[in-house]
């Protein structure tokens, strides 16, 4: 055998399925039709949640870093300055969203026949209904108590999500560190409840206003600019899976039973980080 050919010959199990668990993640898929289109579906939805995974991930890396950033002198992680560390967080959380909302490429072509064909499937299940993806809207912000309710029953993930309603989110973070760099945010904001969905304040807005009208360069600029391009994502996920969900079923009932695509269009008017967008009209 050439010595610069790959090793072959393993006791158990290959190192790259001890680490990737590819074995487990290939058969994760238990199709409940005879549609072939539904694999697609439900290999497309596993993925989201994949991604979902990966961006908390790094949301959470951001927020953390931010909330020691400047403590007792010391930055971010690894004693690493803390707005650098949540910045590149964020910019490798925008390359996820891209492939992320990406996900929904195979989705946007579905008749409303080629849905329907599988539809009956899901039963009551709705994406709605994801727990990871409620941990990523709580970290941009949206919060709601109600939103742990169906997941009552499944102890851990319940856990997970109420520990995320009652901590600050990746947002409540970015305003208690401008409030740290001399910005006048007032105390209502900075310890407003955080279980409740965020409200755009007036003075967060002229601080935003003040940073982009000053140094460009300047770390919080690109805090912030990083910021926008989640945001702007997150707001073509939205509306992508408006435009999917419309194209598939057109003004139906939501699986789950929310109201469908008039639900999405709701969603997808609101903007995430809001004083980030409308401070722009004051520089």
Not at 7 to 23: I, Q
Not at 115 to 142: P, V
Not at 168 to 195: H, N, Q
Not at 211 to 223: F, I, K, M, T
């Amino acid at each position: 055998m050439s010595h610069d050919a790959p090793n072959l010959d393993f006791a158990g199990s290959t190192p790259y399925e001890d680490y990737v668990k590819a074995d487990v993640l290939t058969h994760l898929q238990h199709t409940l039709s005879d549609d072939p289109g539904e694999m697609v579906f439900l290999v497309t939805t596993q993925v989201m949640e994949l991604w979902f995974t990966v961006i908390v991930h790094e949301w959470e890396t951001a927020a953390r870093a931010l909330r020691e950033d400047g403590k007792d002198g010391r930055g971010g992680e690894d004693g690493a300055d803390g707005v650098r560390v949540a910045t590149d967080a964020l910019k490798r959380s925008v390359r996820e969203l891209e492939a992320l909302n990406a996900s929904w490429t195979p989705l946007g072509q579905l008749t409303p026949t080629q849905f329907n064909s599988y539809r009956s499937a899901l039963g009551e299940g709705s994406g709605f209904q994801s727990a990871m993806y409620r941990r990523l809207e709580f970290l941009l912000g949206d919060k709601s108590a109600s939103m742990l309710v169906p997941h009552r029953g499944a102890p851990r993930v319940h856990a997970e999500l109420e520990k995320a309603l009652h901590e600050p989110s990746l947002y409540d973070e970015v305003v208690r560190l401008l409030a740290r760099r001399g910005y006048d945010v007032p105390d209502a904001v900075l310890r407003r409840d955080v279980t409740q969905k965020y409200e755009p304040a007036p003075e967060v807005e002229a601080a935003w206003t003040a940073v982009y009208s000053g140094d460009q360069n300047g770390e919080l600029a690109r805090l912030g600019e990083a910021l926008t391009d989640v945001a702007e994502l997150v707001w073509r996920w939205r509306n992508d899976h408006l435009v999917a969900t419309r194209r598939a079923m057109g003004s139906k009932t939501g699986t789950g039973g929310s109201a469908g695509v008039a639900w999405l269009e709701k969603r997808a008017r609101g903007n995430v980080f809001p004083e980030l967008w409308t401070a722009r009209s004051y520089v």
